[in-house]
């Protein structure tokens, strides 16, 4: 984590382990709705298409 954990104590309360984890689970959730206002707005399918019919 950056300097600004130095000055939040919450992100100091938190530690490193449970500040990624709930970063991650907060830019999953945020991805989901991103994916699905494209897909409402734009009429975009797929984000990410992979090989062997990985899709996102």
Same mark, same amino acid.
Do not use: D, E
């Given at each position: 984590?950056?300097?600004?954990?130095?000055?939040?104590?919450?992100?100091?309360?938190?530690?490193?382990?449970? @500040?990624?984890?709930? /970063? $991650? $689970? &907060?830019?999953?959730? !945020?991805?989901?709705?991103?994916?699905? /206002? !494209?897909? !409402?707005? &734009?009429?975009?399918? @797929?984000?990410? /298409?992979?090989?062997?019919? &990985?899709?996102?």
């Amino acid at each position: 984590m950056g300097p600004h954990c130095r000055r939040s104590p919450t992100l100091r309360r938190l530690g490193r382990a449970r @500040y990624w984890t709930t /970063a $991650l $689970l &907060f830019m999953t959730m !945020l991805g989901v709705v991103v994916k699905i /206002a !494209l897909r !409402l707005g &734009f009429g975009v399918k @797929y984000i990410m /298409a992979g090989p062997m019919g &990985f899709n996102i």
